[in-house]
């Protein structure tokens, strides 16, 4: 089965996409920013039995034509109530679906099974020992690589709060406090990083925990990687 979640980064976001694995079903984001035409086409094209929310999600999803469940709801429930099955799940079997962006069209619903995708963990640059900014969007799928990669190799995952990625005092305070080690972003947000640092000066020291800048998603361009460098010095 195929099961959608229609919310932001959050504690209910890491609980869903663990609770859909652990039933073996297929995770699949929705982005809670779409048009409701948008949200229908897409549920549609994957079949979804069931979506998730939070009490945060637009309410516009309840008039989508599949079931909805507040995953704040199951956290108010007794544990002892819920019985859990053995789940068949195998490395064909399929992980989670994220669509294409739709810019020819309409997005397209791309799978990928378990071994595809946990090949790509176990080549991953993240370590136990490091401490993972999740910071891209659940839309984009390289948010299971924080969130996946992090929990399989038993890394500590930091979560900013919604929309907290665009706000770089924030950010980088979060960082400084966690001691942040690993940070994916694409070179863009990287670019509009380097320039706030170069024109706080006071921020330049939170980012120096930072190990590793881990880019992908669109070119990198050298000024971008010269404003990091020169604000870190």
């Known amino acids: 089965d195929v099961v959608c979640q229609y919310l932001d980064r959050s504690i209910e976001m890491i609980v869903g996409i663990l609770g859909i694995l652990m039933a073996g079903a297929v995770y699949t ?6 048009p409701l035409d948008r949200l229908q086409v897409l549920v549609d094209q994957v079949h979804a039995k069931l979506i998730l929310i939070n009490q945060h999600s637009p309410s516009q999803i309840s008039s989508v034509s599949v079931p909805i469940l507040d995953i704040s709801h199951i956290h108010q429930s007794s544990s002892s109530s819920l019985n859990q099955e053995p789940v068949d799940v195998t490395p064909e079997c399929i992980s989670h679906i994220v669509f294409t962006s739709g810019s020819t069209g309409v997005p397209k619903a791309v799978q990928i099974r378990h071994r595809n995708f946990m090949d790509y963990v176990q080549t991953h ?6 401490v993972v900014l999740q910071l891209t969007s659940s839309t984009f799928d390289s948010h ?4 996946y990669t992090a929990l399989v190799r038993g890394a500590q995952l930091v979560l900013l709060k919604s929309g907290g990625h665009f706000d770089f005092d924030y950010m980088t305070q979060t960082i400084y406090e966690k001691k942040v080690t690993y940070v994916g972003p694409v070179p863009s947000w990287l670019g509009a990083l380097g320039k706030y640092l170069g024109e706080n000066p006071h921020a330049q020291d939170r980012v ?4 590793c800048w881990y880019l992908g998603g669109n070119r990198l361009e050298s000024v971008v990687c010269l404003k990091l460098f020169f604000s870190r010095r």
């Open 144 to 147: 299971l690589d924080d969130i």
């Open 125 to 130: 640059v993240i370590q136990t020992e490091d």
């Open 208 to 211: 120096k925990s930072v190990r």
């Open 29 to 34: 984001p929705l982005s809670p920013s779409d």
